[in-house]
């Protein structure tokens, strides 16, 4: 089983659409957890971290995490266009030496 | 400041040749890290280094070789070149020993080995 799992999609919404893009870990000792967006042909960039349990907001995006269920959440208002890339969930594992990532969600805002 | 910096962008290679992937960062961060990533296998670290002259392996270090000589570089050397290392490879850094915050990443390094 790997540490990350996420489902790889695809997911296609409509301009303006809440997205949801969700991701499930393993070890109970993850406290940190990342986004990542990644367009195509492009290096994944950071869009946020948050620690432990709770809600993280930073404009149209919140992050959630809810260690009780190893469940950690990516929620995107107003979607745009210019969101459509592959997001990747990831967290610390070893001794912080080392980030895992989940396999990534293709997401695709039609105009 | 530059970021993260991988050369070249694109590589073709024959089996057995070997060839050394650049990686420079201008951020003095202390942690750095090489990646692959693969369709349907996500990103796999390969090795990583905490410092000058430390280095360690990561998922998957077969046929990789790395060195950490200055903070800024971090070059990955593939011995002899197969098939099965066609990919795409990103170098990362990180202020922090300790990668609780996250990387930055390179535009990646494109290798195709026929």
């Known amino acids: 089983q790997k540490e990350v799992e996420q489902d790889p999609g695809p997911l296609s919404v409509p301009e303006g659409a809440i997205v949801s893009l969700n991701c499930t870990y393993s070890n109970s000792a993850f406290q940190y957890f990342m986004w990542y967006r990644q367009y195509s042909r492009k290096g994944p960039e950071l869009l946020m971290y948050t620690y432990s349990s709770g809600n993280k907001e930073d404009g149209r995006f919140t992050a959630q995490v809810d260690k009780s269920s190893k469940y950690i959440s990516l929620f995107i208002r107003d979607s745009q266009p210019s969101d459509s890339a592959t997001y990747l969930c990831a967290s610390p594992s070893g001794s912080a030496r080392q980030l895992t990532f989940g396999s990534g969600t293709q997401l695709t805002v039609l105009p | 400041n530059a970021g993260v910096t991988q050369t070249p962008k694109f590589q073709v290679l024959k089996t057995g040749q070997s060839m050394t992937l650049q990686c420079a960062q201008d951020?003095?961060?202390?942690?750095m890290s090489w990646y692959r990533q693969d369709p349907g296998m996500g990103l796999r670290l390969i090795h990583y280094s905490v410092g000058a002259g430390i280095t360690d392996q990561g998922e998957v270090p077969n046929g990789y070789n790395v060195s950490r000589s200055t903070t800024e570089d971090f070059p990955l050397r593939l011995l002899s070149a197969a098939p099965s290392q066609t990919s795409v490879y990103f170098c990362?850094?990180?202020?922090?020993?300790?990668?609780?915050?996250?990387?930055?990443f390179g535009s990646g390094t494109r290798l195709t080995v026929v």
């Open positions: 951020m003095n961060h202390e942690y």
């Open positions: 990362a850094s990180s202020y922090n020993r300790q990668v609780n915050y996250g990387y930055t």
